[in-house]
C-alpha cells in the first residue's frame, strides 16, 4: 500500500567530490524513482499542500499524472499555475510550504512535491514539451521593470491573457536573482534557467536587457511616449545590508551579493573569466540564511577552508535544512552564538582577523524570538583572508519608482494586490517586501498580474 512506502531519496554527489566543482548537486529522480515517489501521496480530498505553495500549483491533479505515466500532461497542469518549474523545483522552501503541509508529514515523511515537480520539468526539457501556444495578442503594451521571479511571474500570466508584454532589465542576462544570486552547483544557468526564460518568449514576452528604467528610459516615457497602459516594478533588492563595524572597508571584505553575483554572472570560478574573484585561503561568512549558505559553499570550492558565523544556535537558522546539510557534510565549519565585532587589519590594508563575542540567548520578545545578547569577556579572534557579509538585502535607490510612495523599508508601498499609490503602476516581490523566497516573489507577480488585467480592462 502507499501509505508503507518510505520517500524515495535522492542521488547526489559526494560531498568529497562536489566540495570541489560547481556541477548541480543533485542527480534528481528517474522515472522509475519519480513513479514510486508520486504513488505516495494520499490525493487528498483538500490537499492542504495546494493551499500552502504561494502560486497555488494543482500538486495532487500533476502527481496523479505522474502516477499514470503521463509527464506531458503532469508538466501542462503545471504550467497552468507556474512559470519556472525547473527553478522551484530546486530552490523553493517546500518544507515550510507544500511539504510542511502534506498530511503524510504528521506521521512521517511528506511526499518530496518539490523533486516530483523538477523531475517533471526537467523531463519536458529533454522530451521538447513546449510550455503551451501563444495566444492571440490583444496589442495592449504592458511594461515589467526586473526579469527576476516576480517580474517573469507576472509577464508569464499576462502574456496568456493575450497581453504585449515587454521586460526591462538592468542587467545583460535576465534572470535577476536566478542569474547573479543562487550558485551553479544548485540552479545550472543554462540547462534551466535560460531554458525556462525561453519557454516565456515563447508565449511572445520581449526581453529588453541593459535598460535601467530612471535612466535608459523612465516610466512616465514608457507610458506616455510608447503607449504601455500599466507597468509592474519587480526589480527586487540588490543592495546589500552590512554590520558598520570597524575594519568592513579592508581589502578582502565582500558584501555576499557581490560575492555571488561576480561567481555566477560574471563566471569568476571559471580560469578564463574576466572577472575573478579572490576567495583568500581561509574565508568567514557572516549570516545563517541561504544566501549565506550559497556564499560560504561558493567559497569553499573556490579553494577556501571556511567558516560560517551566526549569532544565534543551529536551532534557528533560516537557511533552509538541505542547505545547511549540504554545507556541513561538505566540511563548513558553524561558530554559532557568536558576533563578530571588529574586523582585524593584516597590517597591510588586508583582512587578517575577525574579532568576535560569543553570544547567548535571552528571553523570548513580543514576537517569539529570543533575542541574542553579548557574553562580557568573552572576545576572540578567527583568523581569515577574506569576510563575506550575508546580512540581507534591502532595495536598491528607486530610479523608476518615480511618483510612488515608497514603504518604511525603503521599498514601494504597494498593496496584496500589487496595486501602488499611483495610477496603472504596479509592484511586487521582493522590491516590496525585502528579501524573501523565489516562490513568494512569483506568488506576487501573479497577484499584481491579475489585478493589472482588471485594471486595463476598466480603463474605458
Avoid at 15 to 22: D, E, I, L, Q, W
Avoid at 134 to 160: E, F, M, T, W, Y
Avoid at 188 to 196: M, Q, R
Amino acid at each position: 500500500m502507499a501509505n508503507n512506502i518510505p520517500r524515495v531519496p535522492v542521488r547526489e554527489q559526494e560531498p568529497s567530490v562536489r566540495r570541489r566543482n560547481f556541477e548541480e548537486v543533485s542527480y534528481g529522480y528517474n522515472e522509475q524513482e519519480a513513479l514510486l515517489e508520486a504513488s505516495r501521496c494520499l490525493d487528498c480530498k483538500r490537499p492542504l499542500c495546494v493551499e500552502a505553495c504561494p502560486v497555488s500549483v494543482k500538486i495532487p491533479l500533476f502527481i496523479k499524472e505522474i502516477v499514470a505515466g503521463d509527464f506531458r500532461r503532469a508538466a501542462e497542469v503545471i504550467a497552468e499555475d507556474s512559470s519556472l518549474p525547473a527553478v522551484c523545483g530546486r530552490v523553493c522552501p517546500q518544507e515550510s510550504q507544500c511539504e510542511g503541509a502534506c498530511i503524510r508529514g504528521v506521521k512521517g515523511q511528506p511526499v518530496a512535491i518539490g523533486k516530483l515537480e523538477r523531475f517533471v520539468a526537467d523531463w519536458s526539457r529533454t522530451n521538447g514539451v513546449e510550455p503551451g501556444e501563444r495566444v492571440q495578442s490583444n496589442h495592449i503594451k504592458v511594461a515589467v521593470i526586473g526579469s527576476g521571479p516576480s517580474g517573469l511571474a507576472c509577464a508569464a500570466d499576462l502574456a496568456k491573457a493575450g497581453y504585449d508584454i515587454t521586460i526591462f532589465e538592468a542587467l545583460h542576462k535576465a534572470g535577476g536573482v536566478l542569474q547573479y544570486g543562487i550558485p551553479e552547483f544548485r540552479l545550472p544557468k543554462e540547462s534551466v534557467v535560460a531554458h525556462e526564460i525561453e519557454n516565456l518568449k515563447s508565449l511572445g514576452v520581449k526581453i529588453e536587457t541593459n535598460v535601467i528604467v530612471g535612466k535608459t528610459v523612465t516610466i512616465d516615457q514608457l507610458m506616455a511616449e510608447e503607449g504601455f497602459k500599466a507597468v509592474f516594478i519587480g526589480q527586487g533588492a540588490g543592495l546589500p545590508k552590512f554590520m558598520n563595524i570597524p575594519g568592513e572597508n579592508l581589502n578582502g571584505v565582500f558584501s555576499a551579493n557581490e560575492f555571488l553575483t561576480r561567481n555566477n554572472l560574471m563566471q569568476a570560478y571559471r580560469e578564463d573569466s574576466d572577472t575573478p574573484i579572490y576567495a583568500g585561503s581561509r574565508a568567514v561568512v557572516v549570516g545563517g540564511g541561504n544566501v549565506a549558505m550559497d556564499a560560504a559553499r561558493t567559497a569553499l570550492r573556490l579553494g577556501a577552508e571556511v567558516k560560517v558565523v551566526y549569532r544565534r544556535t543551529e536551532k534557528e537558522l533560516p537557511a533552509r535544512e538541505e542547505e545547511v546539510a549540504h554545507a556541513m557534510e561538505e566540511g563548513i565549519e558553524f561558530e554559532f552564538l557568536t558576533n563578530p565585532v571588529e574586523i582585524v587589519s593584516d597590517g597591510k590594508g588586508r583582512v587578517g582577523a575577525v574579532r568576535c563575542e560569543k553570544m547567548e540567548l535571552g528571553e523570548p520578545d513580543s514576537s517569539g524570538r529570543r533575542s541574542p545578547r553579548p557574553i562580557p569577556g568573552s572576545e576572540f579572534e578567527i583568523e581569515t583572508d577574506v569576510v563575506i557579509m550575508a546580512l540581507g538585502t534591502v532595495p536598491n535607490p528607486l530610479l523608476s519608482a518615480k511618483g510612488v510612495e515608497l514603504n518604511k523599508r525603503g521599498g514601494i508601498l504597494a498593496d496584496e494586490n500589487g496595486v501602488t499609490t499611483r495610477k496603472g503602476i504596479f509592484a511586487g516581490g521582493d522590491v516590496v517586501t525585502g528579501a524573501a523566497t523565489v516562490i513568494l516573489a512569483m506568488g506576487a507577480g501573479r497577484k499584481a498580474a491579475a489585478a493589472m488585467d482588471e485594471y486595463i480592462k476598466n480603463l474605458n
